[in-house]
């Protein structure tokens, strides 16, 4: 009993660590192996190094640092490949830092990111107001710009660079969402007999801007319109607002904000066809520029069944 725990303490006190190799460093069988293999390997590409003189075979030159120094492989020819990262800032409103991050990551290795997050002072707004037009709709149209002062210094003690802009929609002019014998007076049958302007499916009427006056004066002149059933076409109209970059204004850098009024429902995919439009709405700008000086969708040439 006494000589097998001397044994045993005679094998434990023989053990050196140097002279093992972690098993994840002796599969590599060149550089790009040895890389892969994990953080702690290193690779000797030292001509006058003399890798059989260890009977550990081929993988004798991928090893820990340490180890491969301790054999005499001149450490200015071990290859040293670390994970690393570079940030840098890129944007003129940075809320996020950093806001780019490159990573060279070996594999089975780990890096920490600190992410800090701090809203940025007076960044840029962009507001842009969808609104319905049906006859419904005409005392909101009456609200929003008798409150466009009361918007705009709200929006001063948020930021100072903001704009505003305006666009308007009904629903196709088309039967059965309108009657072609009132199209271009659709209020004509109302209970107050009212006169309105041609129902139309969307009109960007004012582009993005910081001039508040200018914004009140072009709302107050607005006619509302109308059409025949219940559903709205703001849905077209918003695809719209969002295709037509140039024309709206969107500036890339701005935090781009679409305020949708109405009071209806909302066509959904195939209530075309009820009108003979088989076509999906397109995937770019559409608009033209009216007589009124607005910008006008006119889908019902482009999207009917010939």
Known sequence: MISRAFLLLFVILNF????????????????????????????????????????EGPGYRCATYDTLVNRKCNPEKIQVTKSSKISEQRGAYNQLQPEFINLMIRPHDNLSIDLNFKPAEHYPVDLYFLVDLSYTMKNLLETVSAMTKKISQEM??????????????????????TFPSTVKNPCKHSDTNAICQPTFLYKHILSLTNDSDKFQSVT??????????????????????????EKVGWRKEARKIVVFATDGTFHLAGD???A??????PTECQIELADDGSYEWKTSGKHILE
């Not at 107050?220 to 709205?232: F, M, V």
């Not at 003979?276 to 709405?281: A, E, F, N, Q, V």
């Open 16 to 55: 050196d660590p140097s002279n093992c190799k972690p098993s994840h460093c002796d599969t590599a069988r060149n550089c790009q192996q040895c890389m892969g293999s994990s953080p702690e390997c290193f690779w000797c590409f030292d001509e006058l190094y003399n890798d059989t003189m260890s009977i």
């Open 220 to 245: 107050s002149k607005i006619k509302y319109s109308s059409n025949y059933d219940l559903p709205e076409g703001g849905f077209d109209a918003l695809l719209q607002v969002a295709y037509c970059n």
């Open 156 to 177: 001063s003690s948020i930021t100072e660079d903001f704009q505003m802009g305006f666009g308007a929609f009904v629903d196709k002019p088309i039967y059965p969402f």
């Open 276 to 281: 003979g439009l088989i076509k999906p709405p």
């Open 272 to 274: 075309g066809l009820l």
